[in-house]
């Protein structure tokens, strides 16, 4: 019996509680937070931005300059040609 | 924009008191209740344009304060893991003050048996220990208890019948510790 009232009293501990306030200033942390997150999350959308542009110009050229490079066949037969001076 | 600025503002006085308290329930200190309540509204800011309407704007909000205080338990309990071989972190210390845990808010007679009744129910498991806030603290009923967890009235029926046997059984173990301080 006295374990059973223990048991109950502790269940029923909470009865009457009330409500606890938040601190006054909570609000404005909150909007702290808020356009914290907005501030870094337009500065993180610039550097991604940057870094894809900065990607597509550096591939754009490699390619320009790999194309630079290849000779094409009529070239080649025509330095062959002025370095030996025979056709076969 | 000013438009959503004065909605949110009007939500946040609406249901801060709302939001705290029931994360302090679940995380019983007042430190982070608070972290809990900024988590909350920040996320509330930022989804409020997502929000359909499908649910009570009090039900969407209970649900988020619910999952975002589970999602710090779990993560300071995983912190408490990761420094189990090193040095103690102040979250586990904190942690281990939370049996002792004091609401500021309820009546001062009754202070050491709810501090004990905190202590019980962290032992709970999540939708248990849910289901027992939300009806028992909280003073929700069953259908409203319902909604925010998504399930049926039967089953928040059980679930607070098997919280409520659970706590029996565990407070049942801790009488006899607390005959023999006695």
């Given amino acids: 019996m006295e374990k059973e009232n223990w048991i109950n009293s502790i269940i029923n501990s909470t009865d009457g509680i009330t409500k606890v306030i938040p601190d006054e200033q909570l609000f404005s942390k909150i909007q702290s937070r808020i356009i914290n997150k907005e501030v870094i999350g337009t500065r993180w959308l610039w550097l991604a931005a940057a870094s894809f542009a900065l990607l597509f110009l550096l591939n754009a050229k490699a390619i320009a300059d790999k194309n630079r490079n290849v000779v094409s066949p009529i070239e080649s037969i025509a330095a062959n040609l002025s370095n030996s001076n025979q056709l076969y | 924009m000013k438009n959503q600025e004065t909605d949110f503002q009007n939500i946040y006085n609406q249901y801060r008191i709302l939001v705290y308290n029931l994360a302090l329930h679940y995380l019983q200190n007042m430190e982070d209740a608070e ?147 006695k």
């Avoid at chain 2, 849910?130 to 909280?138: C, E, G, H, P, V």
């Avoid at chain 2, 409203?144 to 928040?156: D, F, R, T």
């Fill in chain 2, 35 to 181: 972290e809990v309540t900024q988590d909350v509204f920040v996320q509330v800011y930022h989804s409020l344009h997502t929000f359909k309407g499908e649910s009570a704007l009090k039900t969407w909000i209970y649900r988020i304060t619910i999952n975002k205080s589970l999602d710090f338990i779990r993560h300071k309990n995983s912190s408490k893991r990761f420094y189990v071989f090193g040095k103690k972190s102040n979250n586990e210390k904190e942690y281990l003050n939370a049996s002792s845990f004091e609401h500021p808010g309820i009546l001062l007679e009754n202070k050491e048996n709810a501090a004990i009744l905190y202590a019980t129910i962290n032992e709970l498991t999540e939708n248990q220990k849910t289901a027992f806030i939300l009806s028992k603290i909280d003073g929700l009923t069953n259908p409203e208890i319902a909604a925010i967890m998504q399930c049926g009235i039967s089953a928040v029926e059980s679930l607070i019948f098997r919280a409520k046997s659970a706590l029996k059984e565990k407070l049942s173990k801790k009488f006899e510790e607390h005959r023999k301080k």
